[in-house]
Structures are given as C-alpha cells and as structure tokens.
C-alpha cells in the first residue's frame, strides 16, 4: 500500500511540474550569459561583469542581471551595456530594448 501510495505521489508530482529542469543558483551566471550570447550578433566577442543573481518574486526561478561588452575582435575596448535574464527559460532583455528592459530591471531591483 505505500509502495503504490509513493508511486502515486512520484507521478503526479512529475506531471504537475513540467518544463526544464531546476537550475542551482551557481549554475545560473552560465546559463544567464550563453542566453545573452544567443541574442547578440553571430561572430562576436562578449565580456561580462557585475552579474548578479537573485530568486525570483513574480516567478519560479531566478533572475539574473549584469552588464555585457560586445566587440568585433577580442580583447578591444567596447561600451558596456546591461541585460536582463529569466532562468530557466533563457529570457533575455538588453538595455538597447528600450522600454521592457527598464520595467524588468525596475521591477527586479537590479
């Protein structure tokens, strides 16, 4: 009878919490920057800094939050500009997106 009980409670547990898998937070930086990467232009080189990660208070997961430096070659100086990312889910929002990226950074203290 606990046997099947622990089944039970095994598989509905797996079915009501679908989607990626849980994320530690040492794990989130990485994610947060290959998320950021997918968004910018193909060939590029990027720098990151001051990444910050916080839980999330409107969702399931974490918020990560720094500054990205993008270059046509390594190692030159470049203008760093902030992002915004939503783990898990690879969310993200640079600062040239106007409008939405100052509301999630508003709303997220970053």
């Not at 039970?8 to 794990?27: C, K, M, N, Y």
């Not at 800094?49 to 990560?64: C, D, E, F, L, T």
């Not at 040239?96 to 709303?107: H, N, S, V």
Request: charged share 20%.
């Amino acid at each position: 009878m606990f046997a099947h009980y622990t089944v039970l409670v095994i598989g509905f547990l797996s079915i009501s919490s679908p989607g990626d898998r849980p994320f530690a937070a040492t794990d989130v930086p990485e994610i947060a920057m290959a998320a950021v990467r997918r968004r910018l232009e193909k060939n590029t080189f990027s720098t990151f800094r001051n990444i910050v990660v916080k839980n999330s208070n409107q969702m399931p997961g974490y918020i990560a939050c720094g500054e990205v430096a993008i270059t046509e070659r390594p190692n030159r100086p470049a203008k760093y500009e902030k992002f915004f990312v939503v783990v898990p889910g690879s969310f993200a929002v640079l600062e040239r997106d106007g409008p939405i990226f100052i509301r999630y950074w508003l709303a997220n203290d970053c």
